[in-house]
């Protein structure tokens, strides 16, 4: 064997060629040049034993599992692989006698302080220390001294608990907090053999990603709670997914025991989210398992819903979208099946009306743009942000980016009014009054050194709507400015709900949007209004016009999963399945599409909204041409904007992108005038936990929904004579609330954030949608 | 070998000698002082090599010196200094004063007495390599010596002998001081890097984090011992080569060795570079004045808690490295434990083992878990809950931090420190067997060794369950 390996170390290759020859226990190998070489001895069929490694992270070969021996000048040499690149020649061997010796005795050591709780530990049965202990230890422990002691488990925040006995000290979640995440609220503290893992006094690991931790802890040492004591790893079945929480699309596992949800995982998916998920991704399945889930179809009668029966409900609705003018809004929260059939259903009956958004998107022309997609976001010389923030609404597309400015690969131009996620790595970030950003952008881009980070190399502008008390004419007027400046520039929308680009490219879109609807339904134009999970009462930035619109229309048929405000004044209210319920394939921000997969029986006798697009249209004599998934499927193929899909590649990890017709930004007139010195301009925009139903239903994120307050600078505190912590009344043109007060000066002068959809006050009670900007007063009471 | 080195002197006055070079001052009362400091010839090689050298000839005398860093590994100082990629800027030198091994306390007197020979030494340094900013971490728990170099710097600063424009030159060098916290292995070069960039004391991996690529903030640092760096006034002044001769054929300079333990005079002292032998430095009246009560020497440590013991047959060896290397121990930083032959030679393992089982810093698995448990499994020796099988199992799990326990040692760790604890049970299991299986089978030491009670407990007992 070792002559083998000597003949070959003396080859000298002839031709040029991109990859490195290596040896790795006597096999020739070809590895990628910057590769480690723990990943090229795996990848060349020697899977090296490890626990601190994780390739989505900086090595750091602490905790020395990974020993293999390397041929060196002076004979073999024991390197740690996972901090040793390859090279050209490489000979390595990882199953000699004393790497075998050296690598058993790493085992023996970590187990010597490690509790044999494996029973009654959840990380039993997928546990890397357990597995190769079994694989790689020496099958016996020496070590009769007392094992170390520590109270076991302590909760590091609301989510997460730390049984620092069982830790072995691998430096993944301390360095995922820092590296990754950017919140490095977890560290080491104590030394050598006291060493532990633990949170600053007073400061719980509240990070909106803690959940990664606990998938990346290679012992039982972090535990979530939503899942501790739930099931066994070898119970558990599962499928790949995507999530649909947001608009980023990360892939996860979805995983179940006796047909019930019982946790979510982050798959490794190199395009969209490197194997990370935010906590609320990451943990309200719970919603999903949620008592309060819709069992059963509701009727009016009188002022009760009563439950009934789907033949009655159904019958009931086609009766409903027979007659009269009907609109459509949501479509945004199910699968690119659903808004499909959904969108046909429309097509056959002349429904014209419809949106999936609620006024807090962009026009859908957007899409139309020259799209990048996150990974190249992510590499871009100069990445332009005009969204809103990030690590709040879109988390993952968050660690992308701030990755991209971390590793020094992007410099970040942000224009934002309020501080945001983002706004620390940003190599600018642009204090913008609400109603000015296209003459703030056009004013920046003209500088000269933006001037020259722009020439630099390729752009990307991430592009949303920060605020709901505006227009989206600002943004799209802010979008156009760069796009005059930057004519090579890529746009990567921020759209808000999983599946927005799904919905409308499946067409539940038109010329008429949410604003228009319910304008339509609030002057009595309007007899049915669909809403395809949509609670335009909670969702809605103007929440007195939503309210009039659900009151003034005869019929408001709803499908969901909860019962909602807007629900709650339906004739009808068809129980939907939810995530997890149903099969199909969803379209994140950048047009990708990937698979959604049911893993568990759908709730009660609820249905996904295509198959109730399905039944009501043969109760309406009308042939959609499908009457599955697959057939849903096909006929999507058949159409240009889904025909990518015809290979397959939706089932892929990776998905596959949607072919997006090319459009142009609509011309808008942004004008909003200057407020008066009395006023402060509304800023409204969303936080991760809200009151929405994902939240509000998982018990285990309730909690963390945050109070409303009212943000202001605290110059501008000072110049109303008010002090931080105590109530004013806020007025609007639209209405009068008592809010507490709070100096923040990440909050930009002349500025008054609120937060939407949040406990306590509700900022839709102050926005008219209808105005360029929303300007209020803040009197003390 | 050590025969040929030390024939030509006897004991009893006879001793090789040398000039004072780092020690002259420490007599003198107002030695620390600016002016005791400037009375007595301090700043003129500053002045010297500023005015009349060029950064490279200053560099040529150090290599001419051939002086071994005196930190602990002994590598050449202007080899060191040649590891520098060229044109890269900024690059910082980094004066490691965290002397904390036990018996070490070599340069703890360096700073304290002659601060400004130092200080004066750094700025060479950073003129010959081109630095503008230099780091001097001296040891938290060293108060006086923090206090005279603070003193000693602002003299300096205020005679512009530090900072804008040193001595009207357009050479200019800024020194920050920082005190440690009292971690051991902050005195590993990268741990210590890590530690002034204000982060935890972890050692960095070598490769790729060798200091003189990526040091402190990922730019090119020098890192040097104290006593490497009091050195330079003198090689400057006098020039490399006769600092070269004073010592022997391959170690030279003068040198100062810190000697504790069993002698009648414990000290530090300067010696002559690789010609002087323990025995002298041990027996000679103007060194340690012979072993206490005049008994035998059992074991002593040549060079720090990390080195491997010697014993009576390696007495008349020189202080030389090459010499001590080959014979299987080190150096190091020059600090020398004597032990006697009441020594109870369990204990003195078991002690130096739980100093480095404390100061471990955690980083890695082995080090972390191994020498605690070997700490652990003395301390059960010790206590009377020995068993047969304990002895095998010490080398088994030494084995498993230091391969093939061979000397100088492979490591399956980070950094030295975790084979630091295998050298004294290598040291003394192997040599004196039978005192640990008399433990084993009485539960107490052998007759004749010396009762010291065990008033500090176990690495494990020492610390609260939290």
Redesign the interface.
């Known amino acids: 064997m070792s002559d083998v390996n000597d003949t070959e170390v003396q080859e000298t290759p002839v031709v040029v060629k991109t990859t490195l020859s290596i040896t790795v226990d006597g096999r020739a190998h070809e590895a990628e040049p910057g590769q480690l070489l723990i990943d090229a001895c795996e990848d060349a069929g020697s899977y090296v034993p490890r626990f601190c490694y994780h390739p989505r992270m900086e090595p ?6 990974c ?1 293999v021996e390397v041929e060196g000048p002076r004979g073999p040499m ?1 390197v ?1 692989s996972c ?1 040793t690149p390859v090279a050209e020649g490489q000979v390595a061997r990882t199953e000699t006698p ?1 790497v075998k ?2 690598q058993e ?2 085992l ?3 187990l ?2 490690h509790p044999l709780d494996c029973p009654v530990c959840d990380k039993g049965g997928e546990c890397p220390l357990q597995d190769q202990a079994f694989s790689h230890g020496p099958g016996e422990s ?2 009769v ?2 094992k170390r ?3 076991k488990p302590i909760p590091i925040s609301d989510l997460v608990f730390l049984d ?1 006995e069982r830790c ?2 691998c430096d993944r979640c301390t360095r995922f907090a820092d590296e990754v995440a950017g919140d490095p609220l977890i ?2 503290t ?7 893992v633990n949170t600053f006094p007073d400061e719980p690991f509240a990070s909106y990603f803690s959940g990664n931790t606990v998938q990346i802890c290679p012992v039982g040492a972090l535990t979530a709670k939503p899942y501790r004591f739930k099931a066994r790893p070898w119970d558990l079945e599962q499928r790949e997914s995507t999530c649909t929480t947001c608009s980023v699309g990360c892939r996860t596992v979805i995983q179940s025991s006796r047909d019930e949800l019982l946790r979510y995982q982050g798959s490794d998916s190199d395009a969209v989210n490197w194997g990370w998920l935010c906590d609320k991704g990451r943990f309200n399945f719970e919603n999903v398992n949620s008592e309060d889930r819709l069992e059963q179809p509701l009727m009016r009668d009188g002022s009760n819903l009563v439950p009934s029966t789907w033949s009655q409900a159904s019958a009931a609705v086609a009766e409903a979208l027979k007659t009269g003018t009907t609109a459509i809004l949501g479509g945004a929260r199910g699968t690119n099946e659903d808004a499909f059939a959904w969108a046909r259903l429309a097509d056959a009956l002349g429904i014209q009306m419809r949106d999936p958004q609620l006024s807090d998107g962009l026009p859908t022309e957007v899409f139309g743009l020259p799209s990048a997609s996150i990974e190249e976001a992510a590499n871009a010389t100069t990445i332009i942000v005009i969204a809103p923030d990030l690590k709040e609404e879109l988390p993952v597309l968050y660690l992308r980016l701030r990755d991209a400015a971390e590793k020094r690969r992007s410099r970040i131009l942000e224009f934002t009014a309020v501080s945001t996620g983002l706004t620390k790595y940003s190599w600018k970030s642009v204090p913008t009054e609400p109603g000015l950003q296209a003459s703030t952008v056009r004013n920046t881009l003209g500088e000269a050194t933006v001037r020259e980070q722009l020439g630099k190399g390729n752009v990307v502008v991430v592009v949303g709507r920060a605020s709901l008390a505006e227009s989206a004419d600002h943004t799209v007027a802010a979008l156009s400015a760069v796009l005059a400046e930057v004519p090579g520039a890529k746009v990567l929308p921020v759209v808000r709900r999983g599946n927005v680009r799904g919905a409308v490219a499946a067409g539940l879109g038109s010329n008429t949007n949410a604003t228009e609807i319910l304008t339509a339904a609030a002057a009595g134009k309007l007899d049915t209004l669909v809403l395809l999970g949509a609670d335009p009462i909670a969702d809605f930035p103007d929440t007195d016009l939503a309210r009039r619109a659900i009151s003034a229309v005869r019929n408001v048929i709803s499908l969901d999963t909860f019962l909602t405000e807007s629900t709650a004044r339906a004739s009808v209210v068809l129980p939907a399945s939810a995530y997890g319920e149903k099969e199909g394939t969803t379209t994140n921000l950048e047009g990708r599409v990937t698979s959604v997969a049911q893993k568990v029986t759908a709730r009660g006798t609820s249905r996904a909204d295509w198959m109730v697009a399905v039944d009501i249209a043969r109760r309406l004599n009308v042939d959609l041409g499908f009457d599955s998934v697959e057939s849903i499927q096909r006929a999507m193929i058949a159409t240009t904007v889904f025909a990518p899909m015809a290979d397959g590649g939706a089932n892929t990890r990776e998905g596959v992108l949607i072919d997006q017709p090319a459009m142009s930004l609509p011309t808008v007139s942004a004008t909003a005038g200057t407020h008066s010195s009395y006023d402060l301009r509304l800023v409204v925009s969303r936080r991760m936990y809200d009151q929405g139903a994902s939240t509000a239903h998982s018990p285990s994120l309730v909690g963390l929904a945050q109070r409303n307050v009212l943000r202001v600078n605290s110059a501008d505190l000072a110049r109303i004579g008010v002090a931080s912590g105590t109530s004013v009344r806020a007025t609007s043109s639209k209405a009068s609330v008592s809010v507490t007060v709070e100096a923040d000066d990440s909050v930009g002068r002349g500025v008054a954030h609120l937060t939407f959809n949040a406990p306590g006050i509700n900022a839709g009670d102050l926005i008219d949608v209808n105005a360029s900007v929303n300007d209020i007063k803040v009197e003390t009471l | 070998m050590s025969d040929n080195t030390t024939a030509n002197y006897s004991l009893g006055g006879q001793v090789p000698t040398g000039p004072k070079i780092l020690t002259s001052r420490w007599e003198s009362a107002d030695g620390h002082t600016y002016d005791g400091y400037v009375r007595t010839g301090g700043y003129t090689a500053l002045r010297k090599a500023l005015t009349t050298m060029s950064p490279a000839q200053v560099h040529d005398e150090v290599k001419a010196s051939e002086m071994q860093g005196r930190g602990g590994a002994g590598f050449p100082a202007g080899t060191k200094w040649g590891f520098l990629p060229a044109d890269v800027h900024p690059r910082y030198l980094v004066i490691n004063g965290d002397e904390s091994e036990p018996g070490t306390y070599k340069d703890r007197l360096l700073m304290e007495k002659d601060p400004h020979q130092l200080i004066e030494g750094i700025i060479i340094a950073c003129y010959a390599f081109g630095a503008a900013q230099a780091f001097l971490y001296v040891r938290g728990e060293m108060a006086l010596a923090q206090e005279r170099l603070a003193q000693a710097l602002n003299d300096a600063y205020a005679n512009n002998l530090v900072g804008k424009r040193i001595c009207g030159t357009d050479f200019s060098v800024d020194i920050t001081l920082t005190w440690g916290a009292g ?1 051991y292995i902050v005195g590993e070069e990268t741990a210590l890097i890590e530690s002034l960039e204000g982060e ?1 004391g972890m050692p960095r ?1 070598k ?2 984090f060798f200091p003189a690529s990526k040091g402190l903030y990922m730019q090119p640092t020098i890192v040097n011992n104290v006593e490497t760096l009091s050195n330079l006034p003198y090689i400057v002044n006098q020039g490399g080569t006769s600092f070269k001769d004073l010592g022997g054929a391959t170690s030279s300079g003068m040198r100062i060795f810190a000697v504790s333990g069993h002698v009648n005079k414990p000290g530090v002292f300067e010696v002559p570079n690789g010609i002087t032998t323990f025995r002298m430095l041990f027996e000679a009246p103007e060194y340690c004045g012979g072993v206490r009560s005049d008994r035998k020497v059992k074991a002593f440590i040549p060079g720090g808690a990390s080195a491997m013991w010697f014993f009576d047959e390696h007495l008349d060896l020189p202080l030389d490295k090459p010499t001590v290397d080959q014979a299987g121990s080190m150096l190091g930083s020059g600090a020398i434990v004597v032990m006697d032959e009441t020594t109870d030679m369990v204990k003195a393992c078991w002690r130096v083992v739980r100093f480095f ?10 080090c ?6 070997l700490e ?2 003395l301390h ?1 020796i010790l206590t009377g809950n020995g068993r047969r099988e304990d002895l095998d ?1 010490l080398f ?2 030494s ?3 230091s ?1 093939g326990l061979a000397w100088p040692p ?1 490591q ?3 950094c030295p420190l975790g084979p630091s604890a295998v050298s004294p049970i290598a040291s003394a299991v192997n040599r004196f067997r039978h005192e640990f299986e008399h433990y084993i089978e009485h539960g107490r030491a052998i007759a004749g060794v010396e009762y010291v009670p065990m008033h500090a407990g176990s ?2 007992g020492a ?1 609260a ?2």
């Open positions: 750091v070969g602490m905790c020395r599992q020993l024991m740690v901090m004393s010796r050296a005795g790493v023996e050591l970590l010597a302080n020496r070590f001294e007392e002691h520590y109270e620092r072995i000290l560290s080491f104590q030394r050598g053999n006291n060493t532990q | 971690a935890r991996l490769p790729p089982a404390r100061e471990s810093c955690g980083k890695c698995t082995p972390r878990e191994g020498t605690t448990w652990r499994i059960r199992l088994e799990v084995e498993s931090i391969p492979r399956t760790t980070i690495s494990h610390h369950h939290v």
